[in-house]
């Protein structure tokens, strides 16, 4: 019994040792180690018709490039000294030009002065990075396919390097491993940024594979970098795939970890480490879902004044209709917006319901909510109902509401209370919305916004739906073994009810499409 536990947890630390390594060897398109790169434009990589190369081997590959008339680059992996006048002597690092490539073993090629046969087995596919083609690709673009994975990249390297460290190589079910990730949990937080730009990564990558010369350069760059045969776009999922299958790899060393095992605890606080890390990737790619239809409702708002809502927040927890009353009695009745750290209230016009005029915005960082019982009200001299205040301790600023029923006050007080809440729980989890996302979101909203005005539409957008969040400690993904790994990341988001007040802003857009 004691054999097959260890031999079942021998199974999940190589398992969990392939899931680390993947995508983290030294063969890697997209880093290159020692940073040397030569200039080589597109036209002098390929000057014949671009072609796109069906799967098959490298070798013939290379030929067919060669034979259509480009030209072919390949680095040194090692130096090769020869006292040989038939071969060519190089040192890690070289460029050689490829000029034949018949022989699988031995092919014929150029350096700076000299023509010779040199080991195919020495070199490696080498197209410079396509940050460097800026012929092809915009900074813009490159940001968009590629994301932060030259930091994971980085990371995962380090990573690695540290697990290896722990494991018993001798005595593999002995291995203790949970320390590590514990070590670098917090680094982990980088694939939340890769995870939530893929998609946009996968649709700018599909609209140049759909030109001839964009998919050539990239089949040519797997090529000569002898990597399996996947296209970019699944080379592009592994990180996605692999913050995924940590936490079912954990649970499945876990499972055949003993209590006794000195593992044991590490190993358990590392899975748990792991479903964090996976519910606050999810829950950043929710937020950056949210922050988009923020930015289209706030550009919909007339006379917005002072700072984007954007700039200090990502969510809307409630919204509806409330009566504002004033120090001098004068009741106003306004449509309040509650986000994260702030409350904001507009005028609905006169004739057009669904258009709302910007009026004002409370800071909710600094407030306390306080219930106030129906009667005559101390603060303000006048008689309320189904009313609670905002109050600023330490300016002593008040403001108060009323609802129309019991129901709207209570649910508006835990709204508030909800707020809270929230902004405690994302700064515990370390919740934070780049400000260049920000600023995407809002550029997006007004292009778009500027269109359909241009387009003839010119009706108020559904408000950004609310969020209904679970506590923090209920804010993580569970990962049966049952379920297919490639499944997990979309299984990752949680459900949520539909909003009860969806159906009421629906009324204030008849020209919603």
Not at 209 to 230: S, W
Request: hydrophobic share 35%; charged share 30%; net charge neutral.
């Amino acid at each position: 019994m004691v054999a097959r536990e260890g031999m079942a947890r021998f199974w999940s630390l190589e398992s969990l040792r392939m899931v680390a390594a993947d995508g983290g060897t030294e063969s890697s398109a997209l880093v290159d180690d020692n940073g040397s790169e030569e200039d080589y434009s597109y036209e002098e990589l390929c000057q014949a018709t671009p072609r796109y190369l069906q799967p098959g081997g490298e070798q013939l590959a290379i030929n067919e490039l060669i034979s259509d008339g480009s030209i072919v680059y390949a680095e040194a992996l090692w130096d090769h000294v020869t006292m040989d006048d038939q071969e060519l002597g190089f040192k890690a690092g070289d460029v050689i030009r490829v000029l034949e490539a018949s022989n699988k073993d031995w092919w014929w090629g150029r350096n700076e002065d000299k023509e010779a046969w040199f080991p195919a087995s020495f070199v490696r596919g080498y197209i410079r990075q396509c940050r460097k083609h800026t012929g092809m690709f915009t900074t813009a673009q490159l940001s968009t396919i590629f994301g932060n994975i030259e930091d994971i990249y980085k990371f995962q390297r380090k990573f690695l390097k540290d697990l290896e460290k722990q494991y018993n190589k001798e005595e593999p079910h002995l291995s203790e491993i949970g320390s590590c990730f514990l070590q670098h949990q917090e680094g982990f937080a980088i694939y939340s940024e890769y995870c939530n730009n893929h998609p946009s990564a996968c649709i700018e990558l599909s609209k140049l594979m759909k030109q001839g010369k964009y998919r050539h350069f990239f089949e040519a760059c797997r090529l000569l970098q002898q990597m399996i045969d996947i296209a970019i776009d699944g080379f592009l999922l592994t990180p996605v795939q692999k913050i995924c299958k940590y936490p079912l790899q954990l649970a499945e060393l876990l499972k055949y970890t003993t209590p006794e095992h000195s593992d044991y605890n590490n190993i358990k606080a590392a899975y748990e480490a792991m479903k964090n890390v996976a519910c606050l990737i999810n829950e950043r790619k929710r937020r950056l879902e949210s922050i988009d239809k923020i930015a289209r409702w706030q550009v919909s708002i007339v006379d917005w004044e002072g700072p984007d809502v954007l700039v200090r927040s990502s969510e809307l927890i409630h919204s509806g209709e409330l009566t504002k009353i004033s120090k001098q009695g004068k009741s106003q009745q306004r449509t309040f917006f509650l986000f994260d750290h702030q409350l904001v209230f507009c005028k609905k016009d006169l004739l057009r319901r669904d258009i709302l005029y910007y009026k004002d915005r409370i800071d909710m960082d600094e407030m306390e909510i306080v219930d106030t019982e129906d009667g005559r009200d101390k603060d303000f001299n006048i008689n309320v109902k189904n009313a609670f205040k905002i109050i600023n301790r330490a300016t002593e600023e008040i403001h108060l509401f009323c609802a129309k029923k019991q129901e709207d006050k209570k649910r508006w007080m835990e709204a508030c209370d909800s707020e809270r809440r929230r902004v405690q729980e994302d700064k515990e989890m370390g919740m934070e919305i780049s400000e260049n996302q920000k600023k995407q979101a809002m550029q997006n909203a007004r292009k778009s916004r500027h269109g359909k005005i241009k387009g003839g539409y010119n009706g108020c957008p559904v408000p950004p739906p609310h969020q209904s969040l679970h506590p923090i400690h209920q804010r993580h993904i569970t990962v049966p073994t049952s379920i297919p790994q490639q499944q997990v990341f979309a299984l990752a988001e949680p459900k949520r009810k539909p909003s009860l007040f969806w159906h009421t802003f629906n009324k204030l857009t008849p020209f919603k499409k």
